[in-house]
């Protein structure tokens, strides 16, 4: 059969065409329905609205009374809140979902796990070399390094290399560490005196504020 033209051009839409229902590939309805505020992906963290295809969900959450809900009347509810029905664990029967705004929801997950990853960060050793010899150009140059490894959350090991008779100045040696951990006072703390191991001498350095392993 065919469909009318609109004076001027166009088709007219065929009755029960328009109106109500989820937008294809949005995250919601249209007019009488979710506004159009988040467009998922095709492979989303979490089914939400019209993705949610099971019959019944358990509704979790503060703006909810908890208990097991139709979908589609959990769908209405987060309707009328203006926000999403998020599903959070699909493993279980009836999925657990909450009604909340998702964008927000990904976002304060992102941030979390963000802070999580920086608190377990793995501090690493880094290496300061200097010789009994050291001048102070080469001094400051590597004390801005052993500055920088520490505010970062590095440990630093500084130690002086004697090569042959250099081996007989070691005093010189242990007061430069020394001075070096005079330089670094601001940034970290000098874990032990200066030692000497095989024909160097070493001293580790901490990040300020953390204790002592």
Known sequence: MAVPQKPGGGFNRPPGAGGGGFRPGGGGFNKGGFKGRFVPRKEAEHRINHFIRVPQVRLVGDNVEVGIYNTQDALRMAQDQQLDLVEISPQVDPPVCKIIDYNKFLYDKKKKEKEMKAKSKVSEVKEIRFTPNTDDHDF??????????????????????????????QERGQLLLLKFAERLAEAGILESMPKMEGRRMLAMFAPKGKKKA
């Open 140 to 169: 400051d140059f590597k004390a801005k390094h052993a500055e920088s490894f520490l505010k970062d959350g590095n440990k630093v090991k500084a130690y002086v290399q004697f090569k042959g008779r250099a081996i007989q100045f």
